[in-house]
């Protein structure tokens, strides 16, 4: 599951990129769904954006907001970046997971006999 977290922006700015990411990812397919695939893997329903609420400044106090990409398959992971870094102005960085572990299944419920 890709996960782009935005970081130092305001939350109104924040939810400005939010939008423009998930337009970035919306290409109309033949039977009309809006995907984003890449390498023949579709990423849409997995894509996730976080707002971090914070302050990321340099030592001038000079803002300086930046995308964060986590969890992404390696075999779409340069176009996903290239595709976030050249059409959003704004730093891109990457953090390698050694692993992501998903969340359990919830169990099915037993029926009981009557």
Same mark, same amino acid.
């Given at each position: 599951m890709p *996960?782009?977290?935005?970081? /130092?922006?305001?939350? !109104?700015?924040?939810q400005k990129i939010l939008r423009q990411i998930?337009?970035?990812f919306k290409i109309s397919?033949?039977? /009309? $769904?809006? !995907?984003?695939?890449? $390498?023949d893997c579709d990423i849409t329903s997995d894509l996730v954006v976080?707002?971090?609420?914070?302050?990321?400044? @340099?030592a001038a106090a000079i803002p300086q907001p930046f995308l964060?990409?986590?969890s992404t398959p390696e075999q779409y992971l @340069?176009?996903?970046? $290239?595709?976030? *870094?050249?059409?959003?102005?704004i730093d891109v960085e990457l953090v390698e997971l050694k692993r992501f572990i998903p969340k359990p299944k919830e169990p099915e419920k037993k029926k009981k006999p009557l």
């Open positions: *996960n782009i977290e935005i970081h /130092g922006l305001c939350r !109104s700015e924040a998930f337009d970035l397919n033949p039977v /009309g $769904k809006a !995907s984003f695939v890449i $390498k976080t707002i971090a609420e914070d302050d990321c400044e @340099d964060r990409v986590l @340069d176009e996903l970046l $290239k595709v976030l *870094n050249r059409r959003l102005w």
